[in-house]
């Protein structure tokens, strides 16, 4: 079974929501790659340094599965101006808890840059 969510400005809470900071976009992904490198439990598969894209994974065991988690960074080339999305999707595990992953991160994450 598979479950996901991700951020969306329609969510009532500010921790699912996307971040936005007036920070260039590079300084943005490289804060969010060294966060989710210290960040408990989570591994970095790939890094898509183009296209300012984290792939990850963490793992919750028989009960929580496996989280596949894409953190992308976009923003304006000219102006000081980035968007922090992400989303998670999680196969197997009876208690999968894909909404809880994504607020861990935009939590952690609004902390650092704002």
Known sequence: MTSSFET???HS???????Q???RKEYIFASA???VV???GWVVNKT???NMTLYCTKKGGLL?????????VAGSEEHPSTTVNCKVETEG???ARPRKTVEEFIKLFFRRVC
């Open 8 to 10: 969306s400005p329609s």
């Open 13 to 19: 809470s500010a921790h699912l929501q996307p971040i």
């Open 21 to 23: 900071v007036s920070t």
């Open 33 to 35: 790659k060294e966060m």
């Open 38 to 40: 210290d960040m408990k």
């Open 48 to 50: 898509d340094e183009e």
């Open 64 to 72: 929580g599965g496996t989280s596949t988690i894409t953190v992308i």
């Open 93 to 95: 595990g009876l208690l």
